[in-house]
T-cell receptor, first 111, second 113 residues
Framework: GDSVTQMEGPVTLSEEAFLTINCTYTATGYPSLFWYVQYPGEGLQLLLKATKADDKGSNKGFEATYRKETTSFHLEKGSVQVSDSAVYFCALSDGGGDMRFGAGTRLTVKP | DAGVTQSPTHLIKTRGQQVTLRCSPKSGHDTVSWYQQALGQGPQFIFQYYEEEERQRGNFPDRFSGHQFPNYSSELNVNALLLGDSALYLC????????????FGPGTRLTVL
């Protein structure tokens, strides 16, 4: 079945460093892809999404491009802040209710 | 515009007991999905409700059941609780069963002792 594999953490960066969190997927169809962020003690917040190949999702300085040829949706940010410390989840949905998530990557940004 | 709300925030139960968790979807949404998130893991799909019926189900035992009310709110019931049921239970809502984007609530933290 459909699945998501994302880079294992934890990831620790200094403030203003460049961030990449890798995400690859396996799907039989053409799913939509998502990045969600979870802050301590909270639920999931949608960070960005892309619904078809070559789409780029972006929000709050984060970007990810839907690459069908490499089945990837890597998350990037040019300059991270302490406030970006959280757990990031890559997810896919084929249009049904069963959204598939990766295991999550914990990011810690140090001042 | 209220987002997805869940109650209670935290819950402590003992093995063998039963629990009911509640969810109100985002305004305008009619589809509710439930997920279980164990500590340190990604959410796992339990089931989805639309038009007061279970439309899709993940790999969870029959101890997990649900309900959707005419106002689109939903309940998740878990019977005969096991220690392994301890997790964050997330509710997500969307416009319909085919719409990809889901909006998540803050979750209910269930601890089974």
């Amino acid at each position: 079945g459909d699945s998501v594999t994302q880079m294992e953490g934890p990831v620790t960066l200094s403030e203003e460093a460049f961030l990449t969190i890798n995400c690859t997927y396996t799907a039989t169809g053409y799913p939509s892809l998502f990045w969600y962020v979870q802050y301590p003690g909270e639920g999931l917040q949608l960070l960005l999404k892309a619904t078809k190949a070559d789409d780029k999702g972006s929000n709050k300085g984060f970007e990810a491009t839907y690459r069908k040829e490499t089945t990837s949706f890597h998350l990037e940010k040019g300059s991270v802040q302490v406030s970006d410390s959280a757990v990031y989840f890559c997810a896919l949905s084929d249009g049904g209710g069963d959204m598939r998530f990766g295991a999550g990557t914990r990011l810690t940004v140090k001042p | 515009d209220a987002g997805v709300t869940q109650s209670p925030t935290h819950l402590i139960k003992t093995r063998g007991q039963q629990v009911t968790l509640r969810c109100s979807p985002k305004s305008g949404h009619d589809t509710v999905s439930w997920y279980q998130q164990a500590l340190g893991q990604g959410p796992q799909f339990i089931f989805q409700y639309y038009e007061e019926e279970e439309r899709q189900r993940g790999n969870f035992p029959d101890r997990f059941s649900g309900h959707q009310f005419p106002n689109y709110s939903s309940e998740l019931n878990v019977n005969a609780l096991l220690l392994g049921d301890s997790a964050l239970y997330l509710c997500a809502s969307s416009w319909d069963t085919t719409y990809n984007e889901q909006f998540f609530g803050p979750g209910t933290r269930l601890t089974v002792l």
